[in-house]
């Protein structure tokens, strides 16, 4: 799957993401896996509900953490794509 700035993140149904102390992880809806995030990389995660464009959670990121919505935008593409990857993520199409 190749996530671009208009793609629509949406967590896989089965997937889940928990905060433990400082530790964010993630878990494959099969059950089977657990992946570490850090923390902006957690926030992305959250932030991808099925509802926003990978360049608004990459807005949301960028004002949060006080740096370049571009940096972020790469960054943010990069991840949602390894996370899809992991059957963690799946793209809402939208027509238009």
């Excluded at 957690?42 to 509802?51: Q, T, V």
Aim: proline content about 2%.
């Amino acid at each position: 799957m190749s996530f671009r700035a208009e793609s629509i993140p949406r967590r896989r149904e089965g997937s889940d993401g928990q905060r433990f102390g400082a530790d964010f992880v993630v878990m494959e809806p099969e059950g089977r896996m657990l992946r570490g995030l850090n923390d902006t990389a957690a926030r992305i995660w959250e932030l991808s509900d099925g509802k926003r464009t990978a360049r608004d959670i990459a807005g949301v990121v960028a004002l949060e953490y006080g740096v370049d919505v571009e940096r972020v935008l790469g960054d943010s593409l990069r991840l949602l794509e390894q996370l899809a990857g992991h059957g963690l993520l799946d793209a809402v199409e939208v027509l238009r």
